[in-house]
């Protein structure tokens, strides 16, 4: 499977959302980023919400640091893995993951059910 698949897009209104909270809660300073922020690709196996960041939409992948480490619950309960990475300067990819083994994470978690697996 290939890590990335081109994908050239302005972030959606719930991506806008959900970065904005998590941004709040962990990252302050790249709030006033969101605004900017391109997607340029998502995750290779094509099916889940994993995508990557970028200032223009020709910007080169970035491999950035795990920055923000968290966990949801999706509708049906099922336990959601959500990772932010970045560099010193930005974001570079939001990653969601299934902890419990369903497949293919298809809808973002509630807010409400977010939680920091940062002590």
């Not at 080169?60 to 959601?80: F, S």
């Not at 497949?103 to 973002?108: A, D, F, K, Q």
């Amino acid at each position: 499977m290939k890590y990335s698949i081109p994908d050239k897009r302005e972030l959606t209104k719930s991506e806008i959302e959900f970065l904005t909270y998590l941004f709040g809660k962990e990252k302050s300073e790249w709030t006033n980023l969101i605004g900017n922020l391109k997607v340029i690709a998502r995750c290779g196996c094509g099916k889940c919400l994993t995508i990557m960041f970028g200032k223009t939409f020709d910007s080169e992948i970035q491999k950035g640091n795990l920055i923000i480490d968290y966990t949801g619950k999706g509708k049906n309960g099922e336990l959601i893995g959500i990772s932010v990475f970045g560099t010193d300067q930005m974001p570079t990819e939001l990653e969601f993951y299934s902890i419990d083994g369903e497949s293919g994470i298809t809808e973002m978690p509630e807010t409400d059910t977010l939680k920091s697996l940062k002590n």
